[in-house]
């Protein structure tokens, strides 16, 4: 069993910056992944950012490239979501999620098995 708690959403001004949590009841598997989606009202959820448990190898949304950072701490029971330069088509709710298993697809979330309740960032122009 796995349960995550995410943290650290809030209201910002285009082009500030939150760093968003993602607290686990367990570390995480050698072979898991953690992944960050996001989904605002009237669209799909889409992959943000997810990072792989033993190497760390990230992976990120073209639409996030070069602004948002996914990491690890070194118990490998919290990973973060620093996001930079947010404009309002970042507003969304934004959820962690774990699966056990290295997937095919490191951001679809089918290949996710745990969720969060999500955390809500909401920026203004």
């Known amino acids: 069993q796995m349960q995550l708690v995410e943290s650290g959403g809030g209201s910002v001004q285009a082009g500030g910056s939150l760093r968003l949590s993602c607290a686990a009841s367990?570390?995480?598997?050698?072979?898991?992944?953690m992944g960050w989606f996001r989904q605002a009202p009237g669209n799909h959820r889409e992959g943000v950012a997810s990072?792989?448990?033993?190497?760390?190898?990230?992976y990120y949304a073209d639409f996030v490239k070069g602004r948002f950072t996914i990491s690890q701490d070194n118990a490998k029971k919290t990973v973060y979501l620093q996001m930079n330069s947010l404009s309002p088509e970042d507003s969304a709710m934004y959820y962690c999620?774990?699966?056990?298993?290295?997937?095919?697809?490191?951001?679809?979330?089918?290949?996710?098995?745990?969720w969060g309740q999500g955390t809500q960032v909401t920026v203004s122009s």
């Open positions: 999620a774990y699966t056990q298993f290295s997937p095919g697809a490191p951001m679809g979330q089918f290949n996710y098995r745990y």
């Open positions: 367990r570390e995480m598997d050698s072979t898991g992944y």
């Open positions: 990072i792989s448990s033993f190497a760390g190898r990230t």
